[in-house]
């Protein structure tokens, strides 16, 4: 039983950083574990972890400098019922980044452009005793698990697509990725976490029934721990994935393990790497390709599973399914629709999409 839960969060630290991204790559992935030595936690294949981050202390400073406060003045949070230093709170516990409408509401004039609650603060008429009525919380990051606990007892695995984009004419980091991958130092800096259960996204309970995994991007960090379980296991059901990124040279995440298991035959593998042609090619573009075996395969009793992003791919890959039924099922659009509605029901295809 995990007795850590997000007000009561294990400390862990980083064990190893590295970079999984070529370095021609357009994005920074990272392969993370963390020590989970005497912290009593269990967790099983598509169970996800719950970061608890922290705020860059630059951005710290630049509040507490535009609101002329020391950073010691003391704050009592109502939610958690909790004194802290300003300092504290607004490293561990404030939303920096979205100003929340009462946020807005004391400032002058609407922002014309994104900024941050530390870029606004110095314009915004409150006292600092206000803050926590004001600032949105600072909520934790999921991260899906990528390891099997029989094989790493003290430790967990996660794959983190590094976050950053330009905004308010700004190069801007996502808190959580920015605490992981940039400022955490490895072996030292203190990262509060708790399991986060699958609610379903799991392996199939009989060894035997065959997996289909779809993962393009950090949408494959799952199926690592579903493949080492199901190897540890010796599980003799079929394995099946479909992984996407931009280049093969640079983006193909735990290529090794992958490829070592096609080799020995206890994983077919399909890749779709989007950038490295003239045209885009997706992991439902393979699909289709192998639409008559994967048809095969669900029939047979496989286990549909997708995770990723979920505004676009998602569900282009579950239209891509119900576009195969139709095609080799010979199934009507609506009769196709259906049969994706009754794997959903037997719980034979499962989402995590984020
Ligand atoms: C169940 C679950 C599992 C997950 N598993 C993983 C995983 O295995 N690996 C992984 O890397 N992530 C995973 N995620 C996503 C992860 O939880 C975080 O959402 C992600 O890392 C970003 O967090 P952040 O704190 O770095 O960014 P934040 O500080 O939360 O910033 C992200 C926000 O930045 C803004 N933004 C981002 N890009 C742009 C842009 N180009 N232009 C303008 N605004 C932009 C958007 O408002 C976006 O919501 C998972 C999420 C869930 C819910
Ligand atoms: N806001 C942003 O700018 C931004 C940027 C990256 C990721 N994200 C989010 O971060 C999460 C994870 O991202 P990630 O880095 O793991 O990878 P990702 O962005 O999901 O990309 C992985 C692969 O999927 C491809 N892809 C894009 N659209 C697709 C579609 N409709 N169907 C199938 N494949 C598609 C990508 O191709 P192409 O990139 O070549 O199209 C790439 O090859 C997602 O939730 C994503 O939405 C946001």
């Known amino acids: 039983m995990n007795q850590h839960n997000r007000f009561n969060p294990f400390s862990s630290r980083i064990l190893e950083r590295t970079l999984l991204t070529g370095s021609g790559s357009t994005k920074k992935t990272y392969h993370l574990a963390l020590d989970l030595a005497g912290s009593g936690i269990a967790y099983n294949p598509g169970d996800s972890i719950a970061i608890l981050p922290e705020n860059d202390p630059a951005e710290v400073d630049l509040f507490l400098k535009a609101a002329q406060c020391t950073g010691d003045e003391p704050l ?3 939610r958690s019922q909790t004194e802290y230093s ?30 941050t609650v530390s870029e606004l603060v110095a314009g915004a ?34 794959t983190v697509a590094s976050v950053s984009y330009l905004a308010g004419g700004k190069i801007r980091h996502g808190v959580g990725t920015h605490f992981l991958c940039d400022r955490a130092t490895v072996g030292a800096t203190k ?18 029934a065959s997996i289909i995994l779809v993962g393009p991007g950090t949408g494959v960090a799952p199926y690592r721990a579903f493949l080492q379980e ?50 885009k090619v997706y992991v439902q573009h393979r699909m289709w390709e192998n639409r008559k075996d994967l048809w095969a395969w669900i029939e ?23 576009r195969i039924f139709a095609s080799e099922g010979g199934l009507s659009e609506e009769e196709a629709r259906r049969k994706i ?12 999409v984020y």
């Not at 300092?87 to 100003?99: G, T």
């Not at 399991?195 to 035997?208: M, N």
């Not at 599973?305 to 399914?321: N, T």
């Open 300 to 322: 047979e009793g496989a286990y549909f599973y997708v995770c990723g992003d979920a505004k676009e791919m998602a569900k282009d890959v579950e239209a891509m399914l119900q």
């Open 230 to 279: 199901r190897l540890f296991k010796q599980a003799p059901g079929g394995n099946w994935l479909f992984f996407g990124e931009r280049h093969r040279k640079h983006d193909f995440y735990y290529a090794d393990f992958w490829l070592a298991l096609e080799k020995e035959k206890r994983l077919r593998l399909d890749l779709a790497f989007s950038r490295d042609g003239n045209e």
């Open 125 to 158: 008429a409150f006292s600092y005793q206000e803050i926590p009525s004001l600032l949105l919380p600072l909520l934790p990051r999921f991260y899906s698990i990528a390891s099997s606990q029989h094989l790493y007892p003290n430790e967990v695995h996660l």
């Open 191 to 208: 990262v509060p976490l708790y399991i986060q259960s699958s609610h379903g996204f799991s392996l199939p309970a009989d060894p035997h």
């Open 341 to 352: 509605k009754a794997l959903r029901m037997e719980k034979r295809y499962l989402a995590d």
């Open 76 to 78: 009592f949070d109502p």
């Open 86 to 115: 300003l300092r504290d709170y607004l490293q561990c516990k404030a939303n920096l980044h979205k100003p929340s409408p009462a946020f807005l509401r004391k400032l002058p004039s609407p922002p014309l452009e994104d900024k």
